[in-house]
């Protein structure tokens, strides 16, 4: 099984920049990228910051986008989403039953669990996952039994020393560790939020993230001038075997080729 991880469009209104970059154009260079070179792959999830500012029309546009997209997508939200203007664009998105944007995707025996760790207020960065949703997550987990799951998120529970994304990472980190330990076969977790290419191994459990489609955030914050930087965005093609999970961090905008010369004696 392949399928494709996408985070943190940080989409504006259509034609506007943002940090020095088009989020529309990226997330079009993005996708039409996934059609040229993995349009077997059997779904894509985009796990959260889809807007920038949680504006109607971005959301909109990303519907009207995505439905020319042959490949099928789960949709996730992040701290920069707002979780109603996000349902009214997307009335049809599944909901667990206290309305959360989270549910679960059964496939060729595999479970994929999609969370929703958006914490409600205006200008709330950091992530929850509150009782209700802790609950939800167990149920899932106990009902996988033995089949492998897959965890999709947004905000990590742990650090990764860059204290711009420490700072505002998941609040419930033990309370998240213990529901965790209700899974028989977790896989892999997959996340989003610190806009950096990271591999963690986070108390026996692995997690990989992204960079954003549009703007990174440094390793070391006083290696650039400015909040962000212009490493290269990345979408993840996950292969699943029944051994072997693989994550390639493909840099879709830098691929040109090597005109190699020839040396001679």
């Given at each position: 099984?392949?399928?494709?991880?996408?985070?943190?469009?940080?989409?504006?209104?259509?034609?506007t920049a943002l940090n020095g970059s088009n989020p529309v154009d990226r997330l079009n260079a993005c996708l039409q990228d996934i059609e040229n070179w993995h349009s077997d792959a059997a779904f894509c999830v985009l796990s959260g910051?889809?807007?920038?500012?949680?504006?109607?029309?971005?959301?909109t546009w990303l519907k009207d986008r995505l439905a020319a997209f042959s490949i099928p997508c789960f949709l996730m939200i992040g701290n920069h989403d707002d979780r109603t203007?996000?349902?009214?664009?997307?009335?049809?998105?599944?909901?667990?039953?206290?309305?959360?944007?989270q549910h679960v995707h059964t496939s060729d025996g595999r479970v994929f669990i999609f969370l929703d760790t958006t914490k409600d207020g205006k200008n709330v960065h950091e992530g929850q996952l509150c009782p209700s949703r802790l609950i939800w997550l167990k149920n899932q987990l106990v009902q996988a039994g033995d089949k492998p799951c897959y965890l999709f998120m947004h905000h990590p529970p742990f650090n990764i020393g860059i204290s711009y994304v420490?700072?505002?990472?998941?609040?419930?980190a033990e309370e998240f560790a213990q529901t965790l330990e209700s899974g028989q076969n977790i896989q892999h977790v997959f996340?989003?939020?610190?806009?950096?290419?990271?591999?963690?191994?986070?108390?026996?459990?692995?997690?990989?993230?992204?960079?954003?489609?549009?703007h990174q955030i440094p390793l070391v914050s006083e290696s650039v001038k400015g909040e962000y930087c212009t490493e290269p965005p990345a979408y993840g093609v996950v292969m699943v075997e029944p051994d072997q999970l693989t994550v390639h961090f493909n840099t879709?905008?830098?691929?040109?080729?090597?005109h190699q010369t020839k040396l001679h004696n």
């Open positions: 099984m392949k399928f494709i991880h996408i985070t943190d469009l940080h989409l504006t209104a259509p034609e910051d889809l807007s920038e500012f949680s504006e109607s029309c971005s959301y203007i996000f349902l009214n664009v997307f009335p049809d998105q599944p909901k667990d039953s206290n309305g959360f944007v420490d700072d505002i990472k998941l609040e419930e996340f989003g939020h610190v806009h950096r290419m990271t591999y963690v191994n986070w108390r026996g459990t692995s997690f990989t993230s992204l960079p954003s489609l549009n879709f905008l830098q691929r040109d080729p090597l």
